[in-house]
């Protein structure tokens, strides 16, 4: 039998969004990423900036009408076992990322490999289909990992140990914004940014409604949309709308205030990397008041909870802090302290 024995990371569609970046920093922070081999969806996105041994990928899109993106799901998930019964004789453990590679967890449970879950998501539909993502969560992984104390409490597994580990930047984007964060740079920039893919849940309709009551300031849209869909909301004239950037440095160093606007009740923000990466560049933040993305933020110290459907508090918050320079700057250094102590945490 083989020496050298391996982890497999596997993630369901690799895209630019959370999930994907976060198992990107987890293998490129870990302890020995060289040898360890990596299966994804064939698209571009975070995890093919990733160096690994060896690299397998399956086609996987999601589609509009439920019926094939089942099909799809369900193709790729014989894609994915299939590769790891190939590999059997090589694999040491499965590291499974969100919920959804299913296929993995039931191919390593049959060939008796140690598989692990990183869970990021709650929101999945329909019910029926979430039930056995879970259920092969409890029959088939020895170990989980929850992205914060919220998602652990809210979609907790009593049978097996369990992490809350939260994500953490990789040391490059850390140390990058670390030398170019500017508090009072980024004060006199006077902008408000949101980051998110173009969904109806993630609060866009309210982020134009507030960029219209807020037309003293400039209001940055960032979204996660490769296929460009058009908006629907019409864009104020202080509004710039920007693809898939892939310079998201150049984002923050333009930015004043990051928020999250998703819909407490349609969509729980498990996390928010965003978020936490506005913050190394000491950007206070305002977010929902519920969800993991709420442990980010200290009310008042280095940013504010209020509820995306509020548009006077959000605007009166907005207001206070870009005209309060003194106010501002005690935030902005409560917000990088915040996302070194996040960084420099450890698993609970």
């Not at 670390?178 to 969904?199: E, G, P, Y």
């Not at 923000?269 to 933040?285: A, K, N, R, V």
């Amino acid at each position: 039998m083989p020496n050298n024995r391996i982890t497999l990371y596997v993630h369901l569609l690799n895209d630019f969004s959370g999930s994907p970046r976060v198992l990107a920093n987890v293998i490129n922070t870990g302890k020995n990423p060289e040898s360890s081999w990596l299966l994804h969806s064939s698209d571009d996105g975070f995890l093919n900036e990733v160096s690994v041994e060896k690299r397998f990928t399956f086609p996987y899109r999601p589609s509009k009408n439920k019926i094939l993106t089942f099909i799809f799901w369900l193709k790729a998930q014989c894609l994915i076992a299939f590769q790891i019964f190939k590999h059997r004789k090589n694999i040491d453990k499965v590291y499974v990322n969100t919920l959804l590679p299913a296929g993995a967890m039931w191919a390593a449970k049959l060939l008796d490999i140690p598989c692990c879950c990183h869970i990021h998501e709650t929101s999945i539909q329909p019910a029926f289909f979430k039930k056995f993502l879970r259920l092969s969560v409890a029959v088939c992984c020895r170990e989980v990992f929850f992205v914060s104390k919220d998602l652990a409490h809210r979609e907790a597994f009593t049978r097996i140990p369990t992490q809350i580990t939260y994500n953490k930047l990789s040391n490059d984007f850390f140390e990058t914004a670390n030398a170019c964060k500017n508090h009072m740079d980024t004060f006199s920039k006077k902008r408000v940014t949101m980051i998110c893919s173009n969904k109806r849940y993630k609060g866009i309709p309210e982020f134009m409604a507030l960029a219209k009551k807020s037309s003293e300031f400039y209001f940055l849209l960032v979204l996660n949309d490769s296929e460009r869909k058009t908006l629907e909301e019409k864009i104020p004239s202080n509004v710039e709308v920007r693809y898939n950037c892939t310079n998201i440095h150049e984002v923050y160093q333009q930015s004043s205030i990051v928020i999250n606007l998703s819909h407490p009740e349609m969509w729980i923000e498990t996390f928010g990397m965003t978020i936490l990466e506005g913050l190394s560049y000491g950007l206070p933040c305002i977010v929902p008041q519920i969800g993991g993305i709420a442990e980010l933020i200290d009310e008042g110290i280095n940013g504010f909870h209020i509820d995306s459907r509020n548009a006077e508090a959000l605007y009166e918050c907005i207001k206070t802090l870009l005209n309060d320079e003194g106010k501002y700057m005690a935030m902005s250094k409560a917000a990088y302290e915040k996302a070194w102590h996040m960084q420099t945490q450890q698993a609970i």
